[in-house]
């Protein structure tokens, strides 16, 4: 069965420090890998997708991540974080051609912003 | 217009009342989902709806009852609910096929039972 894991349940970084944020999945085949940002009291919303391709994908908000198949991983990675980034993260993985969109999520990473 | 709008934002409700979620998306998109997500936990599928068809039903109780009476508006009715109900409900869209992934949620309805 495919599952996520995200090592870190809480992480603090100042304003301007670089963040990246540990996501495993664990999957027979090449899934389909998500990163949702959900904002206090909000819904999700979607950073960025990786089908296939570049290993490396560009999202909103500044944010990148990296598919790495030998480490079964796809951490999410902001150069420089602004307050406004704190919130929860979830990493969620697609059953690759499947298409009822049965989102598998990770458990989240909370994301606090010193000033 | 990106938007999922979902009504009510709160809702509190006793264990004998009938309720109703409301979820509205104008985007074209032929997928809903109803999610629900207690505090500090990732959401949980309950119902996939394709083509206003329930294609997806993740073993819910039946006290949770969907509808989709058209391509646009998602239902969800409450009956006979527990405390242990209480959550947050998320709506979501998105288009079929490999885009069925790339979801788009509304801000969800605090639902508390009492």
């Known amino acids: 069965a495919q599952s996520v894991t995200q090592p870190d349940i809480h992480i603090t970084v100042s304003e301007g420090a670089s963040l990246e944020l540990r996501c495993n999945y664990s999957y027979g085949a090449t899934p389909y890998l998500f990163w949702y940002v959900q904002s206090p009291g909000q819904g999700l919303q979607l950073l960025l997708k990786?089908?296939?391709?570049?290993?490396l994908v560009q999202g909103i908000k500044g944010f990148e991540a990296e598919f790495k198949r030998s480490q079964s991983s796809f951490n999410l990675r902001k150069p420089s974080v602004h307050w406004s980034d704190a919130a929860e993260y979830f990493c969620?993985?697609?059953?690759?051609?499947?298409?009822?969109?049965?989102?598998?999520f990770g458990k989240g990473t909370k994301l606090s912003v010193k000033p | 217009d990106t938007e999922v709008t979902q009504t009510p934002k709160h809702l509190v409700m006793g264990m004998t009342n009938k309720k109703s979620l409301k979820c509205e998306q104008h985007?074209?998109?032929?997928?809903m989902y109803w999610y629900k997500q207690k505090a500090k936990k990732p959401p949980e599928l309950m119902f996939v709806?394709?083509?206003?068809?329930?294609?997806i039903n993740e073993s819910v109780p039946s006290r949770f009852s969907p509808e989709c009476p058209n391509s646009s508006l998602l239902n969800l009715h409450l009956h006979a609910l527990q405390p242990e109900d209480s959550a947050l409900y998320l709506c979501?869209?998105?288009?079929?096929?490999?885009?069925?992934?790339?979801?788009?949620f509304g801000p969800g309805t605090r639902l508390t039972v009492t």
């Open positions: 979501a869209s998105s288009p079929l096929g490999q885009g069925a992934y790339e979801q788009y």
């Open positions: 969620a993985v697609g059953e690759y051609g499947g298409s009822q969109g049965n989102l598998i």
């Open positions: 709806y394709s083509y206003e068809k329930l294609s």
């Open positions: 990786y089908f296939s391709g570049d290993t």
């Open positions: 985007m074209g998109h032929r997928a």
